[in-house]
């Protein structure tokens, strides 16, 4: 894997390439690479959403076959699923209808059609067999993160206990409206065993709550991540994206305009690339240069397997 630059473990497509749609090529895996590569990106986790069975079995192949090509294999560090073992109230921007519950037999499949390639599942805790699926996949050596859920703190407990070890966008991915205490995110900060994705864009998170998230986690559990969205990359306007219609704002905010009718607006991915995530932490003025490059690239590689 190219430990050269900024590794990024979740990236959802980018420059218009959508890892979760019928019409991903190699040729399209191909310039969406080239063009991170050119933004300061050298690997990545091609990250599939929640999705139809037809798309998971036509694109996870193609992908397993990217891993291969010599001119990309260095680049992909494995592929992420997120989802479809979700929670309901927080799916966010992932399609209901293609929601299930947690199925050893389904991952076994996705595996193999993978190649043995997936290296993340995103799953919500809560969900019934989550703990059966964690340690299931926990023993093919594949990481498992905690997300879009509202797990309590049993639950939570059940998972790391499992084996869970990763959350996914810590912070995101979650109803609007929580219990004041206790809460899956003051849950998932508290527990030392699990490490923290987090989306530095200046959109998904406020400045406090990544200083928090920073000094609770510190430097080896903290793991920056671009969420990039398969439209990041592409000029402002409006866009259909995983079947919702979605802004592009001009500061590359992707949002869902009032998705429950109650006025507010559900982010739907990242705009950013992993440099601009760093590029806003430097601005912050909290994490030194080696800090940057403990949670942009080694603290990514080691979830991967890599030691840098």
């Known amino acids: 894997m190219d430990t050269s630059g900024w590794i990024d473990i979740q990236i959802n497509g980018f420059g218009g390439v959508d890892f979760s749609t019928a019409d991903l090529t ?16 050298s690997a990545y986790c091609p990250t599939l959403v929640t ?3 037809e798309i998971y079995a036509r694109n996870l192949p193609l992908l397993a076959r990217a891993m291969r090509e010599e001119d990309l294999k260095e680049h992909i560090g494995g592929i992420h699923i997120e989802g479809p073992f979700l929670s309901p109230v927080s799916r966010g921007a992932h399609p209901e ?8 037999k389904m991952f076994d499949e996705w595996q193999r059609l993978a190649e043995g390639g997936i290296k993340i599942l995103t799953l ?4 019934e067999g989550a703990a059966e699926l964690i340690r299931h996949v926990v023993a093919q050596g594949v990481v498992v993160s ?4 509202m797990a309590d703190d049993d639950a939570i ?3 790391v206990d499992a084996g869970a070890t990763l959350c996914t966008h810590l912070g995101n991915g979650i109803a609007n409206t929580l219990p004041r205490h206790p809460n899956p995110i003051w849950t998932q900060l508290a527990e030392d065993r699990l490490n923290a994705g987090i989306i530095p864009d200046g959109h998904h998170l406020p400045d406090s709550f990544l200083r928090v998230a920073w000094r ?6 903290f793991i920056a991540t671009s969420d990039a969205a398969a439209i990041a990359g592409l000029p402002a306007g409006p866009y259909s994206y995983m079947g919702n219609n979605v802004e592009l704002e001009t500061s590359g905010r992707i949002v869902i305009r009032d998705p429950s009718g109650d006025g507010t607006a559900t982010l739907a991915g990242s705009g950013s690339t992993l440099a601009d995530c760093m590029a806003y932490l430097a601005k912050l003025g909290d994490w030194t240069p080696d800090d940057l490059i403990q949670v942009g690239r080694r603290n990514p590689a080691r979830i991967l397997g890599v030691t840098i």
């Open 26 to 41: 190699l040729d399209a895996i191909r310039s969406m690479t080239q063009a991170l590569l050119a933004r300061g990106t």
């Open 51 to 53: 999705c139809s069975p």
């Open 97 to 104: 209808r293609y929601l299930a519950k947690p199925n050893i």
């Open 124 to 127: 919500a805790p809560e969900t």
């Open 146 to 149: 905690l997300g879009h859920h």
């Open 157 to 159: 407990a059940r998972a």
């Open 216 to 221: 609770v986690k510190g430097r080896d559990r």
